[in-house]
């Protein structure tokens, strides 16, 4: 696909901006940071349609879609069919493996856990449910936590030594980044590459989205270098970004209007099938989420007595 692109038909479609950042998704601000740092122009929009959803973010131009869920993801989706790629002369070195381990594994490990265990879910509430009626967010919410729980080993038995292991890692990957980066501009003396875009996108993140009480927001705030990379890179890559944000959208993948853009318009013959995809997907959706309200109520239904007598005791 390079060499024919049409960068003005580029859109990256993410999760609505919050917390001061162009979109509030740890999922989907590395894909953004990676566009900005390779200085491809695009425009973004928003989906709020479906807030669990690992589609997002996906990437369009024309025909052509490149899904989170895919292919290792957006980025590397995008490195392999040639539409930019930061990391062509730098997977060979010896400290790109390394660094993206600690970058991927034991940041990213980290950051789930504050996200959705250490701070109770504030943020994550926030970032995904706030659109939806308060039961299905709940439901939702619950559910993902139950997931993230299963996904990074938690029990009853081990939480505590299993939050011991995840700051432990998360610690002595800041301290290994910090040692690494010392004074230069990118992790790779002067050239942007993905992991910094991933860098950039955790160390964001968890100063501004993270509130103060955050063991690994305070971790982080330990190490100035760091500190002063991040503000470098989001002053000179992403400042002109505050701008305010297009509306939000509501289906997969649809038409998009951005700003100081025209909204594109695409034959129904075109998407037909895409359509009928996703107007599927989103009967299935609203089915759950009935389903999902469902159970909720009839699992919180037999503890709303007790919780009302001891009201009334007081």
Request: a negative charge; charged letters at 25%; one cysteine or more.
């Amino acid at each position: 696909m390079e060499g024919d692109q049409d960068t003005s038909d580029f859109t990256l479609v993410t999760r609505k901006p919050c917390f001061g950042l162009p979109t509030a998704c740890p999922n989907c601000l590395p894909a953004y940071i990676y566009l900005k740092l390779a200085q491809l122009p695009f425009q973004l929009a928003f989906n709020s349609t479906f807030p669990d959803s690992e589609e997002l973010p996906y990437f369009e131009s024309g025909t052509y879609v490149a899904y989170n869920n895919e292919d290792g993801g957006v980025i590397e989706k995008l490195e392999k069919d040639g539409i930019v790629n930061l990391d062509s002369q730098l997977q060979s070195l010896p400290d790109y493996l390394s660094l993206k381990a600690l970058i991927v594994s034991w940041l990213d490990e980290a950051l789930t856990y504050e996200i959705w265990v250490g701070t109770e879910g504030v943020c994550a509430s926030k970032i995904y449910y706030s659109d939806l009626p308060w039961v299905i967010g709940k439901v939702l919410f619950y559910k993902q936590t139950y997931l993230t729980k299963n996904r990074l080993g938690l029990t009853k038995e081990n939480a505590e030594q299993r939050e011991k292991l995840i700051y432990k890692r998360a610690s002595e990957a800041y301290e290994a980044l910090s040692t690494r980066l010392g004074e230069q501009k990118f992790l790779f003396e002067d050239r942007p590459s993905s992991l910094d875009a991933f860098f950039l996108s955790h160390m964001l993140f968890t100063i501004q989205v993270l509130p103060e009480t955050s063991v690994l927001r305070r971790k982080l705030l330990e190490h100035g270098n760091l500190v002063r990379y991040a503000e470098r890179l989001k002053s000179e890559f992403l400042e002109e970004s505050s701008s305010p944000p297009s509306p939000p959208l509501h289906s997969f993948p649809s038409s998009f209007s951005g700003k100081g853009s025209k909204t594109k318009s695409k034959p129904k013959t075109e998407k037909s099938e895409e359509e009928k995809k996703f107007k599927k997907r989103a009967r299935f959706f609203l089915a759950a989420q009935f389903l999902a309200v469902v159970i909720y109520v009839s699992v919180m239904g037999g503890g709303s007595s007790d919780e009302v007598e001891y009201e009334d005791d007081d």
